[in-house]
């Protein structure tokens, strides 16, 4: 088991470009996250996934959209990107185990707009 | 609105110390309070959590308790070691929907 990969690793965009980060888990979890980690501040929930084929606003959504065709991808995109959007994105996935859901999280992307 | 509240922000202690994490919340309507470790430029690893019905989990050299009536868990390490050194947050998932609020963290740095 890879459980929760992020590609890519690094990157750096100019303001106004547009990139897609790509989540992928191989534990059949229904449940998707995209998260942002800021300097002094907790994770914050952009966007989240119950299954394929849904998606559903969180915390701090604005700039992003994102998409989840199979239930193994969840995709988050910035359509036009800037300086407040660097920050280190993490996607994370959990399963509903009839006690709890338990969060797994991949390596991150750490993203840079200049 | 839930807010989590990681204190200290940073602790450094010696090797083979005993120590105590604290997280507070202000909405003691939770589900859940996981606790995760975080590497520097690494993802999360879930190291405990908490159902809202239990008062404490434990593993191996970690034990984390959880007081919903007060807003509060706590993570204590056993005989602290250098390996331990990572930031420590925690996160407390609320009883409606799917959002999971997340502490600052706490930054431990164990000497050897």
């Known amino acids: 088991n890879a459980g929760v990969t992020q590609t890519p690793k690094f990157r750096v965009l100019k303001t106004g470009q547009s990139m897609t980060l790509l989540c992928a888990q191989d534990m059949n979890h229904e449940?998707?996250?995209?998260?942002?980690?800021?300097?002094?501040?907790g994770l914050r929930l952009i966007h989240y996934s119950v299954g394929e084929g849904t998606t559903a606003k969180g915390e701090v959504p604005d700039g992003y959209n994102v998409s989840r065709l199979k239930k193994q991808n969840f995709?988050?995109?910035?359509?036009?990107a800037a300086p407040s959007q660097t920050s280190v994105y993490f996607c994370?996935?959990?399963l509903w185990t009839g006690v709890s859901y338990e969060q797994y999280f991949g390596p991150g992307t750490r993203l840079t707009v200049t | 609105k839930q807010e989590v509240t990681q204190i200290p922000a940073a602790l450094s202690v010696p090797e083979g110390e005993n120590l105590v994490l604290n997280c507070s919340f202000t909405d003691s309507a939770i589900y859940n309070l996981q606790w995760f470790r975080q590497d520097p430029g690494k993802g999360l690893t879930s190291l405990l959590l908490i159902q809202s019905s239990q008062r404490e989990q434990t593993s191996g050299r970690l034990n984390a308790s959880l007081d919903k009536s007060s807003g509060r868990s706590t993570l204590y390490i056993a005989a602290s070691q250098p390996g331990d050194s990572a930031t420590y947050l925690c996160a407390v998932k609320g009883t409606g929907g799917f959002k999971t609020i997340f502490g600052a963290g706490t930054r431990l740095f164990v000497k050897a």
Do not use: F, I, K, V
């Not at chain 1, 449940?31 to 501040?41: A, L, S, T």
């Not at chain 1, 995709?75 to 036009?80: K, N």
């Open chain 1, 75 to 80: 995709l988050l995109g910035l359509e036009s």
């Open chain 1, 92 to 94: 994370a996935s959990s």
């Open chain 1, 31 to 41: 449940y998707m996250y995209w998260y942002r980690q800021d300097p002094g501040m």
